[in-house]
């Protein structure tokens, strides 16, 4: 199948090679499209896995397959390119993809019995039989009463689910609960709850239920209790309160409530719990107790260990009647104090005898048993009911502070007294970070940078990420979120903001800030409570979520390919999905640079209207040029591309000086081929460009030397780029290289990271809004009219630098300008 597939593309490429070029920019634009949803994909996962969002494991598993099949399509866009080249991505991707695929598969319980459990069964399998009947087992095999009853396996859930069909669609509105849109995630529990209590429960559990019913019923029970013990309940995390338990339920409506306690697991107070602490809702299935109803006299609790951690006391609550008044608040209790070590009571109640000395005597007893059995605290529901007998029914680890977790974005300090430089800057990495302003110098390449630095850069590149060990903090203008920097910095902990529009005006070289990301200010000095609040945001222990998605961060995000230049760059050293997408979206933007080798495919080009002495041929490929004021050539009020416009704009500039009668084309080759035979209008020795509205590919041919601009600008700052590349030229060798230092201190200046190789220039500027890329185009129109005959003109490096310092004063701000001193000098 590759190999017919390789075939077909590289017979179009030979016999009909304007297609070709078509198909290779379409191919580059799903590149573009899929590298987009990569990034943003793989950000919030990151985001997911530090805490910067709390979401459930399905939103997690769905972000995952949408971002492999992102990368597939990268790894598809990019071999149809240039066929045949990048194929070993393919074994690269399926062999990353079997690291994490045991971290996604699903861990729902098997389908199958059991469905009922004794509670001497459940004792010891709290996976099974959920945390509550696991306890209740647990506390009966202490010879401490319990009711008498029976589990619901959480094998009877999911068969639930299953056979209802409610699986796929209960996970599919999980992965979109939001905990920041409150009023989505009540609409979203609804629907999940309504589905739950329409169901039916399937027929082998319902038989299973009512056989175990009525054995219940048949030793004395009449009414009864169902209660909800989820897997994790009463174990690390309490779920207190938050799962419903129906009581006094009649024989025949054990079914229906135990539906609704199905139910109550997807509560919009319930789902927020779990999301928050970091409970993947596939690890959390419910079981059920259904218990025999006992006719509660007097309710309560047991704390084992209340009061102060250095003298705690034996604590115990009671309420008449059922335990619900005492829990929900409704009813004051009455309270006794027991001391630990001998039972002795320290504190009663001043009025009312609802418990006796025995009771006191047999709850004391009980709790200590417990607690030395599960060896922490114990926090102990207990009933005394009608008729004299004393029950536990339920008993989880004490905790001092109920309260559940803080949401994960802290507020900024209020009354901080530190000046605020910035403010409304975006977030692309969270956090709070002090240090030294440091602007680096040109290429972004960090090698500059001092340790502890607040760095504020132009745009965020990828190289900085050899500095992360010494910055503490990033800032710029530009970028975002889903850049590959900001990946890195969620990865390190690097608090970094974008869309500081003023930074470069705000901030001063040198200055103490403290950067508070997560609000988008940054403050003057150190702000002792912000830095306080980091060091408490680290202490934060791992969720499950965050323990279960760790291993396999590294396989999906972490970025190892830094430097496209070097040999490692390739397809065999990519080691995780984000490297893929880094190599893909380098690799596709070098194709693009050599989209128009030989000039093959341009057939279809008509030539562009210009007084200039440029023979120079354009090819619409998507939107370039308004048709409408075009026929056999194209005017410049024509073209609709804007890169090519900017570009054009800079060419015609006012201040560049053209010579009539001297044709700009490519003399070197004419020379070659044609000995002065053929035409100089022949397309093989004109400029022409490639064109979209939002694309430009731009072959220039002045004489003996050419340039190549390759440019994207368009609404998402992170895929615009300016490629440019410059070689050759009529004068010597060395009079060439003064030249290109000329073009290297120029675009050096306005931010190009710059690489030469003996005559040739390569520049690219990357990762800025569109306004800035189109001001780097119009700069370099400008910089090729009035560079045709440089090197014939110069004489060494300091001369040079001098026209290089003047050109910067004259044309760094990309406005139109007239002829000046520099246009004579270069005449």
């Given at each position: 199948?590759?190999?017919?597939?390789?075939?077909?593309?590289?017979?179009?490429r030979?016999?009909?090679?304007?297609?070709?070029?078509r198909?290779?920019?379409?191919a580059?634009?799903?590149l573009?499209?899929?590298?987009?949803?990569?990034?943003?994909?793989?950000?919030?996962?990151?985001?997911?896995?530090?805490?910067?969002?709390?979401?459930?494991?399905?939103?997690?598993?769905?972000?995952?397959?949408?971002?492999?099949?992102?990368?597939?399509?990268?790894?598809?866009?990019?071999?149809?390119?240039?066929?045949?080249?990048?194929?070993?991505?393919?074994?690269?991707?399926?062999?990353?993809?079997?690291?994490?695929?045991?971290?996604?598969a699903?861990?729902?319980?098997?389908?199958?019995?059991?469905?009922?459990?004794?509670?001497?069964?459940?004792?010891?399998?709290?996976?099974?039989?959920?945390?509550?009947?696991?306890?209740?087992g647990?506390?009966?095999?202490?010879?401490?009463?319990?009711?008498?009853?029976?589990?619901?396996?959480?094998?009877?859930?999911?068969?639930?689910?299953?056979?209802?069909?409610?699986?796929?669609?209960?996970?599919?509105?999980?992965?979109?609960?939001?905990?920041?849109?409150?009023?989505?995630?009540?609409?979203?529990?609804?629907?999940m709850?309504?589905?739950?209590?329409?169901?039916?429960?399937?027929?082998?559990?319902?038989?299973?239920?009512?056989?175990?019913?009525?054995?219940?019923?048949?030793?004395?029970?009449?009414?009864?209790?169902?209660?909800?013990?989820?897997?994790g309940?009463?174990?690390?995390?309490?779920?207190?309160?938050?799962?419903?338990?129906?009581?006094?339920?009649?024989?025949?409506?054990?079914?229906?409530?135990?539906?609704?306690?199905?139910?109550?697991?997807?509560?919009?107070?319930?789902?927020?719990?779990r999301?928050?602490n970091?409970v993947?809702?596939?690890?959390?299935?419910?079981?059920?107790?259904?218990?025999?109803?006992?006719?509660?006299?007097?309710?309560?609790?047991?704390?084992?260990?209340?009061g102060?951690?250095?003298?705690?006391?034996?604590?115990?609550?009671?309420?008449?009647?059922?335990?619900?008044?005492?829990?929900?608040?409704?009813?004051?209790?009455?309270?006794?104090h027991?001391?630990?070590?001998?039972?002795?009571?320290?504190?009663?109640?001043?009025?009312?005898?609802?418990l006796?000395?025995?009771?006191?005597?047999?709850?004391f007893?009980?709790?200590?048993a417990?607690?030395?059995?599960?060896?922490?605290?114990q926090?102990?529901?207990?009933?005394?009911?009608?008729?004299?007998g004393?029950?536990?029914?339920?008993?989880?680890?004490?905790r001092?502070?109920?309260?559940?977790?803080?949401?994960?974005?802290?507020?900024?300090?209020?009354?901080?007294?530190?000046p605020?430089?910035?403010?409304?800057?975006?977030?692309?990495?969270?956090?709070?970070?002090v240090?030294?302003?440091?602007?680096?110098?040109?290429?972004?390449?960090?090698?500059?940078?001092?340790?502890?630095?607040?760095?504020?850069?132009?745009?965020?590149?990828?190289?900085?990420?050899?500095a992360?060990?010494?910055?503490?903090?990033?800032?710029?203008?530009?970028?975002?979120?889903?850049?590959?920097?900001?990946?890195?910095?969620?990865?390190?902990?690097v608090?970094?903001?974008?869309g500081?529009k003023?930074?470069?005006?705000?901030?001063?070289?040198?200055?103490?800030?403290?950067?508070d990301?997560?609000?988008?200010?940054?403050?003057?000095?150190?702000?002792?409570?912000?830095?306080?609040?980091?060091?408490?945001?680290?202490?934060?222990?791992?969720?499950?979520?965050?323990?279960?998605?760790a291993?396999?961060?590294?396989s999906?995000?972490?970025?190892?390919?830094?430097?496209?230049?070097?040999?490692?760059?390739?397809?065999e050293?990519?080691?995780?999905?984000?490297?893929?997408?880094?190599?893909?979206?380098e690799?596709?933007?070098?194709?693009?640079?050599?989209?128009?080798?030989?000039?093959?495919?341009?057939?279809?080009?008509?030539?562009?209207?210009?007084?200039?002495?440029l023979?120079?041929?354009?090819?619409?490929?998507?939107?370039?040029?308004?048709?409408?004021?075009?026929?056999?050539?194209?005017?410049?009020?024509?073209?609709?591309?804007?890169?090519?416009?900017?570009?054009?704009?800079?060419?015609?500039?006012?201040?560049?000086?053209?010579?009539?009668?001297?044709?700009?084309?490519?003399?070197?080759?004419?020379d070659?081929?044609a000995?002065?035979?053929?035409?100089?209008?022949?397309?093989?020795?004109?400029?022409?460009?490639?064109?979209?509205?939002?694309?430009?590919?731009?072959?220039?041919?002045?004489?003996?030397?050419?340039?190549?601009?390759?440019?994207?600008s368009?609404?998402?700052d992170?895929?615009?780029y300016?490629?440019?590349?410059?070689?050759?030229?009529?004068?010597?060798?060395?009079?060439?290289?003064?030249?290109?230092?000329?073009?290297?201190?120029?675009?050096?200046?306005?931010?190009?990271?710059?690489?030469?190789?003996?005559?040739?220039?390569?520049?690219?500027?990357?990762?800025?809004?569109?306004?800035?890329?189109?001001?780097?185009?119009?700069?370099?129109?400008?910089?090729?009219?009035?560079?045709?005959?440089?090197?014939?003109?110069?004489?060494?490096?300091?001369?040079?630098?001098?026209?290089?310092?003047?050109?910067?004063?004259?044309?760094?701000?990309?406005?139109?300008?007239?002829?000046?001193?520099?246009?004579?000098?270069?005449?």
């Amino acid at each position: 199948m590759q190999l017919a597939r390789f075939l077909r593309i590289w017979a179009e490429r030979l016999f009909t090679p304007e297609a070709s070029l078509r198909r290779r920019y379409e191919a580059f634009r799903r590149l573009l499209a899929h590298d987009k949803r990569a990034l943003e994909s793989m950000t919030e996962i990151e985001e997911i896995h530090h805490g910067q969002i709390a979401a459930d494991w399905t939103r997690v598993a769905a972000l995952q397959r949408a971002f492999s099949w992102s990368v597939h399509g990268l790894v598809d866009a990019l071999c149809e390119m240039r066929p045949g080249v990048y194929e070993a991505l393919r074994e690269r991707l399926d062999a990353i993809e079997a690291e994490v695929a045991s971290v996604f598969a699903s861990l729902r319980s098997p389908l199958g019995p059991p469905y009922i459990l004794s509670m001497a069964e459940a004792a010891g399998r709290p996976e099974l039989c959920g945390g509550k009947a696991a306890g209740l087992g647990r506390i009966a095999s202490l010879s401490i009463p319990v009711p008498e009853g029976f589990a619901v396996t959480t094998a009877a859930f999911e068969l639930f689910l299953e056979r209802g069909g409610l699986t796929g669609p209960v996970e599919e509105m999980l992965s979109r609960a939001r905990l920041d849109d409150p009023d989505g995630l009540d609409e979203l529990c609804a629907l999940m709850q309504e589905s739950l209590d329409e169901a039916e429960l399937p027929d082998e559990v319902a038989t299973e239920v009512e056989s175990a019913v009525e054995r219940l019923a048949e030793s004395g029970a009449r009414l009864f209790a169902v209660r909800s013990s989820a897997v994790g309940e009463d174990g690390v995390l309490s779920y207190a309160g938050l799962y419903d338990s129906r009581l006094f339920v009649p024989k025949n409506e054990v079914a229906r409530a135990l539906r609704e306690v199905y139910a109550s697991k997807y509560s919009p107070r319930a789902v927020t719990y779990r999301i928050r602490n970091g409970v993947p809702d596939e690890e959390s299935p419910m079981a059920a107790c259904v218990l025999r109803m006992l006719d509660p006299a007097v309710s309560g609790v047991c704390y084992t260990a209340d009061g102060p951690p250095n003298e705690p006391h034996f604590a115990i609550f009671a309420v008449s009647g059922v335990g619900e008044k005492l829990v929900d608040g409704s009813a004051d209790p009455a309270v006794w104090h027991l001391e630990r070590e001998a039972g002795a009571v320290q504190k009663r109640p001043e009025e009312g005898a609802l418990l006796d000395d025995s009771h006191l005597r047999d709850l004391f007893a009980w709790g200590m048993a417990l607690e030395k059995d599960a060896g922490v605290a114990q926090d102990i529901e207990w009933c005394l009911d009608a008729s004299g007998g004393l029950y536990v029914v339920q008993a989880r680890p004490f905790r001092r502070e109920e309260a559940a977790p803080c949401d994960p974005r802290v507020e900024t300090c209020p009354g901080i007294a530190n000046p605020v430089l910035l403010s409304g800057a975006l977030t692309a990495s969270g956090g709070v970070a002090v240090g030294r302003v440091h602007f680096p110098s040109h290429g972004d390449d960090g090698r500059d940078i001092p340790a502890g630095a607040v760095v504020v850069c132009r745009t965020l590149s990828p190289r900085l990420v050899s500095a992360m060990g010494r910055l503490t903090a990033v800032v710029s203008p530009a970028g975002s979120r889903a850049g590959h920097f900001a990946s890195v910095a969620r990865e390190h902990g690097v608090p970094v903001l974008v869309g500081a529009k003023d930074v470069m005006s705000a901030l001063s070289p040198g200055r103490v800030v403290t950067v508070d990301a997560d609000a988008g200010v940054v403050y003057e000095g150190v702000v002792e409570e912000l830095r306080e609040r980091a060091r408490r945001e680290r202490a934060r222990p791992p969720t499950r979520l965050g323990e279960r998605l760790a291993p396999v961060m590294p396989s999906l995000a972490r970025l190892t390919l830094l430097d496209p230049e070097s040999p490692s760059f390739s397809p065999e050293n990519c080691e995780s999905l984000h490297d893929i997408v880094r190599f893909c979206h380098e690799k596709g933007v070098a194709e693009m640079f050599s989209l128009s080798e030989g000039g093959r495919g341009l057939g279809g080009a008509r030539p562009l209207a210009t007084s200039l002495p440029l023979s120079f041929y354009v090819l619409d490929l998507d939107g370039g040029v308004n048709w409408d004021l075009a026929d056999a050539s194209v005017p410049a009020e024509a073209l609709l591309s804007a890169p090519m416009h900017a570009l054009w704009e800079g060419l015609t500039d006012p201040s560049v000086t053209w010579s009539e009668g001297l044709k700009h084309l490519d003399w070197e080759h004419f020379d070659r081929v044609a000995g002065g035979v053929i035409s100089l209008s022949d397309k093989n020795l004109s400029s022409f460009a490639l064109l979209a509205r939002d694309y430009c590919h731009a072959m220039i041919r002045f004489g003996y030397h050419f340039a190549v601009v390759d440019a994207l600008s368009g609404e998402r700052d992170e895929a615009n780029y300016v490629s440019f590349r410059f070689k050759g030229g009529g004068a010597d060798f060395d009079r060439r290289l003064l030249r290109l230092e000329f073009l290297r201190e120029v675009l050096a200046r306005q931010g190009f990271a710059i690489k030469t190789r003996g005559d040739l220039i390569d520049a690219v500027f990357s990762r800025r809004p569109a306004a800035e890329t189109l001001g780097a185009l119009r700069l370099l129109g400008v910089l090729l009219g009035k560079t045709r005959l440089m090197d014939m003109a110069l004489g060494d490096a300091a001369q040079a630098q001098a026209l290089a310092e003047e050109f910067l004063a004259l044309h760094a701000g990309n406005g139109p300008s007239s002829p000046s001193t520099f246009d004579q000098k270069m005449v």
